[in-house]
């Protein structure tokens, strides 16, 4: 299985940014799928997740500015990014989780580092 995160990189305040997540060795559209930020001496925390069905939920720190989204036939997971703030400055990784009859699977990117310069 692996998770493969693109799209970080150093950006301004108020710029945007298109995370993307690549997805392999597993049956994608039966996963819910969530983007995780972990900035330095913080707890890793949920940013956005979408699950299978397309309902999606975000942290409220980032509502009205992160947008989660998924494309089944191209086995991709993104999080559209604008409006950043130095603040959303961490590593941000790719989650895919799957819960079947006691059995629960759960996969992580590598992570992809989001600078944001005031």
């Known amino acids: 299985v692996q998770l493969v995160e693109s799209g970080g990189g150093l950006v301004q305040a108020g710029g945007s940014l298109r995370l993307s997540c690549a997805a392999s060795?597993?049956?994608?559209?039966?996963?819910?799928m969530g983007w995780y930020r972990q900035a330095p001496g913080k707890q890793r925390e949920l940013v956005a997740a979408?699950?299978?069905?397309?309902?999606?939920n975000n942290t409220d720190s980032v509502k009205g500015r992160f947008t989660i989204s998924r494309d089944n036939a191209k086995n991709t997971v993104y999080l559209q990014m604008n409006s950043l703030k130095p603040e959303d400055t961490a590593v941000y990784y790719c989650?895919?989780?799957?819960?079947?009859?006691?059995?629960?699977?759960?996969?992580w990117g590598q992570g992809t580092q989001v600078t944001v310069s005031s």
């Open positions: 979408i699950t299978r069905g397309g309902s999606t």
């Open positions: 989650n895919a989780k799957y819960l079947l009859l006691g059995s629960h699977y759960d996969y």
């Open positions: 060795g597993i049956i994608f559209s039966v996963y819910d």
